[in-house]
């Protein structure tokens, strides 16, 4: 699209200094602002995952940063002209008017007054199973895997992230290089091996899988079990089994 983003993620939203992040975004934005006016490209700032960084999960504590970045973001999006970062008020100093873009997964945690309508515009990102068929394709586009194998694969793996067919092809991958690295001498003797194979210009060549439908669906299979593990394991029952002994 030609924009030259500015990007912050919800790690840079705490600091150990008071008042630290909330001088980081007017600095970005500010940044952002100068790409307009130097170079002659759009820009935005945008903050990934900030739900991440403010929202409240549980007992979490509200620090003074997280007041600061809230009270900072919605100054922004009141009076985007006009951004200070310390230095003198000065009458002419305008700043270009920068969208702020920013991600999220749950941002009913976040502080209402920041994200209503009319300060912030909310969009919210649901796939069709046509959408999903579409990207999965798009990562095995050098697979070779067929629009219809990906839909028998989407429809095997239903109400998964997207995350989860990405996973499933890097699995693929993990177990051919460990049969290669086992193929080589084993973990524990691969490292010499290979330093005395380097000095003769014999270093063994790593040959991508061939990707199909059956690998990838004992993958998923894989990854499903591993889903359920997490969630049926709770560490608490592990160490209090034999409460019920007593």
């Known amino acids: 699209m030609g924009i030259e983003p500015v990007i ?30 130097n170079q002659g490209k759009m820009s935005v700032l945008m903050i990934n995952d900030i739900d991440a960084g403010l929202g409240r999960f549980g007992n979490t504590q509200v620090t003074v940063n997280n007041q600061i970045v809230v009270g900072t973001l919605m100054n922004l999006c009141d009076n985007p002209t006009r951004v200070s970062v310390g230095q003198d008020w000065r009458e002419g100093d305008i700043t270009h008017r920068i969208p702020i873009i920013v991600t999220g997964n749950d941002f009913s945690t976040m502080y209402a007054t920041l994200i209503r309508d009319g300060r912030m515009e909310k969009f919210y990102w649901q796939p069709t199973q046509e959408d999903i068929v579409n990207i999965v394709c798009r990562m095995y586009e050098k697979d070779g895997i067929t629009k219809d194998e990906v839909a028998t694969i989407v429809n095997t793996f239903p109400n998964q992230a997207l995350d989860f067919y990405g996973a499933m092809r890097s699995r693929t991958y993990d177990q051919s290089i460990l049969k290669w690295v086992d193929d080589s001498g084993g973990a524990e003797d691969i490292g010499r091996r290979f330093l005395r194979q380097r000095k003769k210009g014999e270093l063994p060549v790593f040959i991508p899988p061939e990707q199909t439908v059956e690998a990838l669906l004992e993958s998923g299979h894989s990854l499903t079990k591993e889903q359920m593990l997490i969630m049926e394991s709770k560490l608490s029952k592990e160490y209090m089994k034999n409460m019920d002994e007593e």
């Open 8 to 37: 912050m993620s919800a790690g840079e939203l705490e600091s150990e200094r008071a008042g630290e992040p909330g001088k980081l975004i007017r600095e970005r934005y500010r940044t952002a602002s100068q790409v307009v006016q």
